[in-house]
């Protein structure tokens, strides 16, 4: 039995002898490949193959980027429907002027 050091979570999990496969933590589900010591100043290897679940959390940096684009989005929709209601109600205006218009000329 080997123990290796999970590179997701540092966890120790143990691999049978001489395997050479793809393995996953059992602690934290993070997949990765054991090279076993071959000798010859060939030391065992853990190599990542997943990404780290805790990496899948925003970082800080994500989470200020996607704080600015809902702070956009809704900065953007307030303009948006400002000018919405502004358009409506232009449009109102003119309906109501040409109504009123097509009325006094009809006369
Ligand atoms: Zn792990």
Redesign the pocket.
Known sequence: MVTAT??????S?DLPDGATDVFT??????QFGYLPDEGEGMEAEVVPLAPDPMKDLPDDYERKVIFGFKLGATILGGIGGVFLVIFLYYICEALLFGIGLSIALSR
Not at 6 to 11: L, M, Y
Not at 25 to 30: A, T
């Open positions: 999970c590179p997701h979570c540092e966890g999990v933590c059992l602690k934290c589900g993070g």
